[in-house]
């Protein structure tokens, strides 16, 4: 039972570099989501995707792009590495967008921008 | 402009005693809340929610109180186990946007 699967879980970057965070889930859900989460700061949604080709805005999307070629997966990608995307990501899905289907979140992937 | 707060970053409490964490939102327009809890190095597993239609919804040990007039609601655990240690998230949502709070980290002594 894999559930929401990321990679990598760690990852240093040089500042400008770009990345791949891979994020990918085995329950045909419908809904997935990108959150980072800052020392104190809680969880930021970043991206969101209803379905696969949708998807829209967080909160702090800036620096930061998605794409949804398939309900399984949901790549995060960075284009030019910043030391304001040190961070925790978290990758998540749920079946629906009704409010009543909880989240299940990946592990995570800790991310260093040097 | 934090939309959902949890205004005490870390509570400890003896165990066996009752854990209440605490969280405060701006949007009336949300219309269903959820707890979380987050142990170090995992991901966030979802506790309890509540729709904004009801006060109170319990499973087992963990109770959650919504007071919308007041845009407040609260987690109780009773009685708190030494298991419950961890960074519990409140967060309110609607349309299937979730907004979280900045969590706080319960400390609970044997």
């Known amino acids: 039972n894999a559930g929401v699967t990321q990679t990598p879980k760690f990852r240093i970057l040089k500042i400008g570099q770009s990345m791949t965070l891979q994020c990918a889930q085995d329950?045909?859900?419908?809904?997935m989501y990108w959150y980072r989460q800052d020392p104190g700061m809680g969880l930021k949604l970043i991206y969101y995707?209803?379905?696969?080709?949708?998807?829209d805005k967080g909160e702090v999307p800036n620096g930061y792009n998605v794409s949804r070629s398939t309900t399984e997966d949901f790549p995060l990608r960075l284009e030019l590495a910043a030391p304001s995307q040190t961070s925790v990501y978290f990758c998540?899905?749920?079946?629906?967008?009704?409010?009543?289907?909880?989240?299940?979140f990946g592990s995570g992937t800790q991310l260093s921008v040097l | 402009d934090q939309q959902v707060k949890q205004n005490s970053p870390s509570l400890s409490v003896q165990e066996g005693r009752i854990s209440i964490l605490n969280c405060d939102y701006t949007n009336s327009m949300f219309d269903y809340f959820l707890w979380y809890k987050k142990y170090p190095a995992e991901g966030p597993t979802f506790l309890i929610s509540i729709s904004s239609i009801k006060d109170k919804n319990e499973d087992g040990r963990f109770t959650v109180f919504l007071n919308k007039s007041a845009k407040h609601l609260s987690l109780h655990i009773v009685p708190s186990q030494p298991g419950d240690s961890a960074v519990y998230f409140c967060?309110?949502?609607?349309?299937?946007?979730?907004?979280f709070g900045q969590g706080t980290t319960l400390q609970v002594k044997p």
């Open positions: 329950m045909n859900h419908n809904y």
């Open positions: 967060a309110a949502g609607n349309t299937g946007k979730l907004i």
């Open positions: 995707s209803v379905g696969a080709g949708i998807t």
């Open positions: 998540a899905s749920s079946s629906g967008g009704q409010g009543w289907e909880k989240l299940f």
